[in-house]
């Protein structure tokens, strides 16, 4: 399984709508410092949009499907032209009725290959939002849907995000929802089988080893016990919907104006992340790619971005189910920042990763 990702997997389709990396955790990551040159896999383009938050001087995005590109094209049209409130509403934060028309609204101000993929997404777009319109959050809306009832009341699912201390937290959770049903339904609907399927593609895990259910189950425990679920907005969105009391970082009110200020800094390339943009880059959000390659794949891509990487330059990714971090052959050119990595460890509340990976370039 040493052939390139983009010929073992499908990307025409848009896999994620949405982030599922908790962008406040890949700010922290970086320095805080004005004018930097970020190198950013676009996806869904939440994170890569909250990279403006930093004063970059640039932010290139780039990813193999057009699917996931036409996904920040959207964002950025939106940011341009509606008020944060009419956002949330299109993107599907919360229940809304005039998503149709703040759809035409926003692809007034797009190109027309971005105009036509949106237009074939119009009734996904209405009933969901446009930021629960991909395969994954779909994987989510049917387990929402079909599998959960059978596991919680509503009032039990509400009742997760409820205010507690920690030791209320433990015992709510004991108590309440690790029953029998809820590990019996992790392991068949979370097993990478059904994940594949519905989910992410099947290529995807073709380096996994061990249970995704109970992967998941460990994963869930971290973010409702040590963690306040009341702020997930991640765990929110799963397991209810809606995003109506916890917001990701690009989603905020106080964010809005600010990355409206900045889409110009944006610049969008199809193709490997490793090929994109000119000369060398301070930072470089890579999401969890590594894990999706073999370790052959793994070296040859980490030795091309990191010699694109300005002295200091750090490089930030996850893994969910992979350990993956700086090939063998890199470890001299690279220092990784443990007591960084377990701060914001602490603070992820994307907590199906397993692993948050810091690590800087040596100058």
Same mark, same amino acid.
């Given at each position: 399984m040493n052939e390139p990702i983009d010929q073992r997997a499908s990307f025409e389709a848009i896999r994620y709508a949405r982030a599922w990396e908790d962008a406040d955790v890949l700010i922290g990551a970086f320095r805080n410092e004005p004018g930097q040159r970020f190198l950013s896999i676009c996806a869904a383009g939440d994170n890569a949009?909250?990279?403006?938050?930093?004063?970059p001087s640039e932010v290139v995005a780039a990813d193999l499907s057009p699917a996931q590109l036409a *996904?920040?094209?959207?964002?950025?049209?939106? =940011?341009? *032209?509606?008020s944060h409130e009419a956002f949330l509403d299109l993107f599907g934060a919360r229940p809304a009725e005039n998503r149709g028309e703040l759809l035409d609204q926003v692809l007034k101000g797009c190109d027309p290959e971005t105009v036509s993929f949106w237009q074939a997404q119009r009734q996904a777009v209405v009933d969901f939002g446009a930021g629960n319109v991909g395969k994954f959050e779909n994987y989510f809306?049917?387990?929402r849907r079909y599998i959960l009832p059978l596991i919680h009341s509503r009032s039990t699912i509400e009742s997760v995000f409820g205010k507690r201390a920690h030791e209320d937290r433990v015992r709510f959770f004991e108590e309440r929802w690790n029953n029998r049903r809820w590990r019996l339904a992790t392991s068949l609907f979370f097993s990478r089988t059904v994940m594949g399927w519905l989910g992410r593609d099947p290529a995807f895990f073709d380096h996994v080893d061990g249970s995704a259910g109970a992967h998941v189950r460990r994963k869930v425990r971290f973010a409702a016990v040590d963690?306040?679920?009341?702020q997930n907005p991640y765990m929110r969105s799963i397991l209810t919907g809606s995003n109506d009391t916890a917001l990701p970082t690009a989603w905020r009110a106080e964010n809005h104006a600010v990355i409206a200020e900045r889409l110009d800094r944006l610049t969008l390339v199809q193709g490997p992340v490793d090929q994109a943009g000119e000369g060398r880059f301070d930072g470089f959000n890579l999401s969890d790619i590594f894990e999706y390659m073999s370790l052959?794949?793994?070296?040859?891509v980490y030795g091309r971005l990191l010699d694109r990487a300005s002295p200091g330059a750090r490089?930030? =990714?996850w893994n969910m189910m992979v350990p993956r971090s700086a090939p063998a052959e890199f470890k001299g050119r690279v220092q990784r920042l443990a007591e960084l990595e377990d701060r914001m460890k602490r603070?992820?509340?994307a907590f199906? =990763?397993?692993?948050?990976v810091i690590e800087e370039a040596s100058g």
């Open positions: 949009i909250a990279l403006l938050l930093l004063d *996904c920040l094209h959207l964002r950025i049209a939106a =940011y341009r *032209c509606l809306r049917l387990f963690q306040d679920p009341s052959d794949e793994t070296a040859r490089l930030v =990714y603070l992820d509340k199906f =990763y397993a692993d948050l």
